[in-house]
């Protein structure tokens, strides 16, 4: 990657963790879940409004931890809002396969997302980038209320 590139994703990743965008409680949240990585020590609650037609209304989370981790979840609630569940499941599949480097012969378009594909060249970041994902996916399946990405 280039320098100057990498350097302005590094900046976008700062400013996320810095002003995390849609950062607080859902007073209309529908579904929840919890994700907590052990490993680095990052904690988030995220809710989220889910309309009859499984779309993502609004999304909005807490919690604590790394830079890696609040820029994640902050990027990705913006991502989410608007979009179908289905679509929000392929979203993050396309998203892991980048930051786990198994994407070598796909080329999705991912969006903003892609100023978190360096984490790829830290494996033990990796968990901080994809668990607001995982917690996410939890929450709009209303599949488990706790996660952990141990
Ligand atoms: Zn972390």
Known sequence: MMDDLKALYQEVIIDHSRNPRNFGALESA???????NP???D????QCWLDGNDVIQDVKFVGQGCAISIASASIMTEMLKGLKKSEAESLFEDFRARVTGLDEFRSADIGKLEVLSG???FPTRVKCATLPWHTAIAAINRSEEQVTTE
Do not use: D, I, K, M
């Open 119 to 121: 984490v790829r060249e």
């Open 43 to 46: 904690e988030l609650t995220l």
């Open 30 to 36: 529908n579904c929840s879940a919890e994700g907590v």
């Open 39 to 41: 490993l680095c020590g």
